[in-house]
């Protein structure tokens, strides 16, 4: 779960902050299971298409903060999304 900052910085460009927690969990070997928890943050951008906005492409870059598993897993998306209610 995320909480988001959105800052406007144009007439179609949002830049976005998101901070929030994860939970993983991963198979280790043959026969071990480990779950690791914490801190998840990150920012993007995001272009809005469509007459009214509604419609978005947004470029985006993650870390979760590990310590058990790994060192931060870090990732980068670009993803689709629909704005259901924009002003």
Known sequence: AFA??????GERVD???RVGFHS???EVGFSSDED???VAYGAGVQLNLGRRGN???RGEYTVLDCD???DDAQGFVV???YNFFRP
């Open 4 to 9: 988001v900052g959105l800052v406007p910085v």
């Open 15 to 17: 830049l976005f902050a």
């Open 36 to 38: 690791e928890s914490g």
């Open 55 to 57: 419609f978005g492409i």
């Open 24 to 26: 993983s969990s991963a």
């Open 68 to 70: 058990t598993l790994l």
């Open 79 to 81: 993803s689709f999304q």
